[in-house]
Nanobody
Framework: QVQLVESGGGLVQAGGSLRLSCAASGSTKSIKAVAWYRQTPGMQREQGEQ??????????DYNGNARGRFIISWDNAKNTVYLQMNSLQVSDTAVYFC?????????WGQGTQVTVSS
């Protein structure tokens, strides 16, 4: 079992930055990759847009307009994955979730709200 807890969300002005955290506990060594998703109103969580992902070996991939603005990193000592979001836009407003992918299944956190004001 893996437990994931996101934090770091909040209200920020357009052009600003936020860093989200995804803290893992439990069988953390079983996590092969962590992906960040975002969900806007009306979407189911699993239908949310994948922002990007990082593998346990450190490889990263980004989708859409997250590329070039967002950076995902993994601190093994703290069992935490970060999503550094820069040059935030109003359209980045969403609930952000992390998803841990393991051999035995996927685990989701509870989400953290990010609101970007104009």
């Amino acid at each position: 079992q893996v437990q994931l807890v996101e934090s770091g969300g909040g209200l920020v002005q357009a052009g600003g930055s936020l860093r989200l955290s995804c803290a893992a506990s439990g069988s953390t060594k079983s996590i092969k990759a962590v992906a960040w998703y975002r969900q806007t109103p009306g979407m189911q969580r699993e239908q949310g847009e994948q922002v990007g992902a990082i593998s346990s070996s450190g490889g990263t991939d980004y989708n859409g307009n997250a590329r070039g603005r967002f950076i995902i990193s993994w601190d093994n000592a703290k069992n935490t994955v970060y999503l550094q979001m820069n040059s935030l836009q109003v359209s980045d407003t969403a609930v952000y979730f992390c998803r841990g992918l393991t051999e035995h299944g996927d685990y989701w956190g509870q989400g953290t709200q990010v609101t970007v004001s104009s």
